[in-house]
């Protein structure tokens, strides 16, 4: 086979990700920024850098490389090479922490800790115990935290007394830990942090993890018999829970327990602890019921700040919430009816229509959010009580930003050039921050340019307005043969596709395109950014209406053009994608003449309690909606070509999905195709292995329908 340069290019830059800069930090006098990025658009190594808004200069803080090798003429030739070698197959710094001032920054490199001074950029290794994971300074900058096997540890900025101030009993194990986020709160909560410093930098907020009670599943490679299974802690649909708890603890390693109903409210979504002291988010098992609690720090008690409820479920993934103002007024979202608005003090502050993604930043009474109207788009905005909200992004495209000391920075991603382009705005001369200050700063991006320019055309069809994309040949002409037709859709909940920009899966979708076919990107219902209701249109099937919002979306753009074959219509799809493509297959092959489902989720049980049970409800209380959602008693009836592709080492949708809808399909007498992926996970494999997975999607389709 051979390999298409672009394809290559797509793997070797990561989607063209690598060289961008990114997790951008501020300082609070807005003289400063922080940020991550490699020196390459092919350098998989993240480097930290710092930026001047005011003259623009960059500076070199940290790289991996000149940390980790020492001084040249110390290290032996071969250990060189060997140390290359692995620096080119790791991230470098993929995150980073600073103190409240943004001058001292802490991250780790190869399980060990360094801390860089921003102003001198004195970079220090501290003996911290090994591995660190997620060190961050205290707020004064006097100490670093880090968790390193199961314990939260605090050691000395200078490198003294390094001591642990929250750890599990000796007769434990490793299934408890203190300061790392269980299984479900980063796979299905958003939340990726488990403990945070309190403003005075004397004590911590921390989770303590008992995963006891958890279920234990094991991950293998068959193509390794040697190598013994891997075990996991798996909170699958319908069975125990994590037992998570969160604790107060002093340098010293005091520690006091935070009291809330936790048999009713078992879920830990959201904590922290500003000015006006600790917080926390709960939220019941059934999902319907979330409580903002303030903490009192001298005793762990708790009173409400705020409750919300919803028949289906409430909304956690809005990043940035909750959050107070310096007032003490409470920053949260509010879902009414069809819109989620941004609500201040229980009370929603932006319009009907406006749906908001993201609270970037609170600062004093100024709140700085992510929100739009048009689904395709995301823009920056503000809001300040007196003055309602303003709009900071003008063009179409999908913006975010990072705010400190006036100081504004915004990266922005547009639907008529690849990549990103970021900008740092100072404030103008009333102090108010934006694009209307002083002239901006741009950070340099080192992406690639892409091999491939796009061709498509954007679309909103139908009387619900489905958001679409179609990629068409750059050869193709109007008037020409008829085209066979790819629909490749993400299309559920957490991800859209459709968005203006110009995404690395969107280079993707062309390249299929260039092979010969008319490729239609749709997002259908449960996608995010049309508002609740739309999002909750899965509820009790995850399957049905984004099929059928998919079969819309691919009548109504064949009606407006003709070059669409309604004769010779595929469907691919990786994870949720994959289910659709499934499905699309099993229950409309009246629509679909062939699949390609990757990574596919057959069995809705084989799935982590908190994100299935959002949708679906209770297994042994809601049958039917998993059965529904399910695709193994639909195998009998499979009269297309499938294409089932899974990574055998994937522990989020697990590859028993792809074997037990393949063992259903023999016992029905209906071939079918399976490709095993040794040694790769749910994520998108590396190298050339994944232009070789993409070819042998092509060589399928093209088998089954031309083009």
Not at 134 to 160: E, F, K, N, Q, T
Not at 235 to 254: K, Q, S, Y
Not at 468 to 489: E, I, K, M, N, Y
Not at 613 to 618: A, D, I, S, V, Y
Request: hydrophobic share 40%; net charge neutral; proline share 8%.
């Amino acid at each position: 086979m051979v390999i298409s340069p672009l394809l290559r290019q797509l793997a070797r830059t990561r989607r063209f990700t690598l060289g961008a800069p990114a997790r951008f930090t501020v300082a609070p006098d807005g003289a400063r920024v922080l940020f991550l990025r490699s020196r390459a658009g092919d350098d998989p190594v993240g480097c930290l850098w710092s930026l001047d808004p005011a003259s623009g200069a960059e500076h070199l803080l940290a790289d991996p490389a000149g940390l980790l090798d020492g001084a040249a003429d110390e290290v032996p030739e071969e250990e060189r090479v060997r140390r290359e070698r692995a620096r080119q197959a790791a991230s470098g710094i993929t995150d980073y922490a600073t103190d409240a001032a943004v001058r001292l920054a802490a991250f780790a490199v190869s399980g060990q800790l360094w801390v860089v001074d921003t102003g001198s950029g004195a970079v220090r290794r501290l003996p911290a115990r090994r591995p660190v994971i997620d060190p961050r300074p205290s707020p004064d900058g006097r100490h670093v935290a880090y968790v390193s096997h199961g314990a939260l540890r605090v050691i000395g900025a200078d490198g003294g007394e390094d001591r642990a101030v929250a750890e599990p009993g000796p007769a434990e194990g490793p299934d408890v830990f203190f300061g790392l986020p269980e299984h479900v709160a980063s796979e299905s909560m958003g939340r990726h942090r488990a403990y945070w410093w309190a403003p005075d930098g004397e004590r911590l907020l921390t989770t303590r993890v008992d995963n006891r009670e958890v279920a234990l599943w094991y991950v293998t490679d068959p193509a390794d018999p040697a190598r013994p299974p891997r075990s996991m802690r798996y909170p699958r649909v319908g069975t125990a829970n994590a037992d998570v708890t969160l604790w107060i603890t002093d340098l010293a390693g005091g520690r006091t327990e935070v009291r809330w109903d936790r048999a009713g409210f078992e879920y830990l979504p959201v904590a922290g602890w500003d000015g006006h002291g600790p917080f926390a988010a709960v939220l019941s098992r059934d999902q319907r019921t979330l409580r903002v609690l303030a903490v009192d720090p001298a005793d762990g008690a708790t009173s409400l700040l705020a409750e919300r409820h919803d028949e289906r479920w409430v909304e956690l993934l809005v990043p940035g919430v909750p959050a107070r103002t310096a007032s003490g007024l409470l920053v949260d979202h509010l879902d009414l009816d069809e819109t989620r608005h941004l609500a201040v003090d229980g009370a929603p502050v932006t319009p009907e229509g406006l749906q908001l993604h993201e609270v970037l930043a609170v600062d004093g009474e100024t709140v700085f959010f992510v929100a739009s109207a048009e689904p395709t788009e995301r823009h920056v905005w503000t809001y300040r009580r007196g003055e309602g909200v303003r709009r900071l992004t003008g063009q179409p495209g999908v913006h975010t930003g990072a705010h400190g000391g006036g100081t504004l920075v915004l990266t922005t991603r547009s639907p008529d050039r690849p990549g990103s382009y970021t900008t740092v705005c100072r404030p103008a001369g009333d102090g108010r921050p934006g694009p209307a200050g002083r002239a901006p700063v741009e950070i340099v991006s080192h992406t690639q340019q892409p091999l491939l320019e796009l061709r498509f055309e954007s679309a909103a069809v139908g009387p619900r307005a489905l958001r679409t994309r179609l990629f068409l040949p750059s050869w193709h002409r109007t008037g020409a043969a008829p085209l066979p037709v790819l629909v490749d859709p993400y299309g559920g909940p957490a991800m859209q596709k459709v968005l203006a920009e110009q995404a690395g899966h969107a280079f993707v979708s062309q390249w299929f395109a260039e092979q010969g076919f008319a490729v239609l990107v749709v997002d259908g219902a449960g996608t995010p950014g049309r508002g609740p209701r739309w999002e909750k249109e899965i509820f009790g099937d995850l399957i049905g209406p984004a099929l059928d919002d998919q079969v819309a979306a691919l009548r109504l753009t064949a009606g407006r053009h003709r070059e669409l074959d309604l004769g010779r219509v595929g469907i691919r799809g990786w994870s949720f994608g994959g289910t659709l493509a499934a499905a699309a297959v099993l229950r409309r092959p009246d629509v679909f003449h062939a699949a390609v489902a990757g990574a596919p989720l057959t069995d809705q049980r084989l799935y982590d309690a908190c994100w299935k049970e959002r949708f679906l409800g209770p297994p042994d209380r809601y049958p039917k909606r998993y059965e529904l959602s399910s695709l193994l008693a639909d195998a009998p009836q499979l009269s297309r070509p499938l294409l089932l592709t899974h990574g055998l080492g994937d522990d989020n949708a697990f590859v028993a999905n792809t074997l037990l809808l393949s063992r259903a399909l023999l016992a029905a007498g209906r071939p079918h195709e399976v490709l095993p992926l040794s040694g790769m996970t749910h994520s998108a494999p590396a190298g050339d292995t994944f232009a070789r997975l993409l070819g042998h999607q092509l060589e399928f389709l093209r088998r089954h329908l031309g083009g």
